[in-house]
Nanobody, 121 residues
């Protein structure tokens, strides 16, 4: 059974930090590109950060560059999102996505259930 389970969300003051985790099971996550998306109130879901299956390349939304860092531990089947200098506009439900296998002509796309991040004083 494929599962992506996010954790680490919560309420934090502006300028604070959180670390999100996404634990994958039921598939070989090391063959998948992993990403974090978010959906704020009344907004469309947007890509926040992505990392290649090897972890060798990452990319970020302009709004989070220099503040967020995506990483992965393939031995633990886990992807992380370190979020620093949080702003109220970062408030959203954050979702983990797995896309792949990257060599497949018909890749799968799996989603987690999301974790709420609220940035407020």
């Amino acid at each position: 059974q494929v599962q992506l389970v996010e954790s680490g969300g919560g309420l934090v003051q502006p300028g604070g930090s959180l670390r999100l985790s996404c634990a994958a099971s039921g598939f070989t996550s090391s063959r998948y590109r992993m990403s974090w998306y978010r959906q704020g109130p009344g907004k469309a879901r947007e890509l926040v950060a992505a990392i290649t299956n090897s972890g060798g390349r990452t990319n970020y939304a302009d709004s989070v560059k220099g503040r967020f860092t995506i990483s992965r531990d393939n031995a633990e089947n886990t992807v992380y999102l370190q979020m620093n200098s949080l702003k109220p506009e970062d408030t959203a439900v954050y979702y983990c996505n797995a896309w792949g296998p990257t060599y497949s002509p018909s890749p799968n796309s799996y989603w987690g259930q999301g974790t709420q991040v609220t940035v407020s004083s």
